[in-house]
């Protein structure tokens, strides 16, 4: 499947839980979308905002974010905090969370994080024969050395799955955020990734699903693809199997 049906899908499924819950669902805004400090800076703050007509109870917790074999993991840690860990927004009303790195050891590369901000479910408002939405935030959050190296990434493409899926190894010091990746074979689009694709963080290894290898043509492929640091093109080889 496509990455455009896939999206197509997904906005399906949300609709008719939408409908399923009713008009009920609320509003939580999360300011910024990342935090990235560079040491010695060890604290920044999220501001929460309720813009829904009722009060809102908000849970906060921090992760531990890493990428393996088995694709993105969040683990429990207690090397940043989030101050306070749960709150009751007022409608309109505007909250700050403190973001803070607890380790004293120093940053070395970089660290990186995700901070998870949930709405929690008001049991008062649930009803039978409906489903409860609640509104989860994942932002990103890095600690980066002064000295720490650049992304540095090698691209290559997989056959898995039916897919022909993107590989990129990050060797580098820093992660790289990923968007918009247009592949052509011979200079025809075989696939377009429209919006954020994901992170390679560094040290690690992600692959994404671009096309069914029945629409994928044979080579040699060509990769445009939108970083935050700047584009990005290359030449790109199929993995032997």
């Known amino acids: 499947m496509r990455l455009k049906e896939l999206h197509i899908c997904l906005l399906a ?3 008719v839980l939408f409908v399923a819950a009713g008009s009920g669902a609320a509003t939580l805004r999360v300011a910024p979308t990342v935090l990235d400090l560079v040491a010695p800076d060890s604290a920044s703050v999220l501001q929460l905002r309720n813009e829904a007509s009722r009060p809102l109870h908000v849970q906060i917790r921090v992760f531990r974010w890493r990428q393996g074999r088995n694709g993105e993991t969040l683990v429990p840690t207690e090397a940043v905090v989030a101050s306070p860990p749960a709150t009751r927004l007022e409608p309109g009303m505007n909250y700050i969370i403190r973001v803070v790195r607890t380790l004293k050891v120093p940053v070395r590369g970089e660290e990186s994080y995700r901070v998870i901000v949930d709405e929690l479910p ?9 489903v409860n939405l609640v509104v989860r935030h994942s932002i990103p959050v890095f600690f980066r ?5 650049p992304a540095s990434v090698s691209w290559s493409l997989a056959r898995a799955d039916g897919q022909l899926h993107l590989v990129a190894r990050n060797v580098g010091g820093s992660r790289l955020r990923l968007s918009d990746a247009l592949l052509t074979d011979r200079g025809r689009p075989v696939a377009h990734a429209k919006g954020l694709l994901g992170y390679v963080l560094p040290g690690a290894v992600m692959r994404w699903p671009l096309v069914p290898l029945s629409k994928a ?4 492929y060509r990769l445009n693809v939108q970083s935050h640091v700047g584009p990005v093109e290359a030449a790109v080889s199929v993995e032997p199997r």
Not at 122 to 130: E, L
């Open 13 to 15: 499924a949300f609709l």
């Open 217 to 220: 043509g044979k080579g040699p």
């Open 145 to 149: 050395a002064p000295d720490a190296a």
């Open 122 to 130: 008001d049991p008062a408002r649930r009803r039978a024969g409906t």
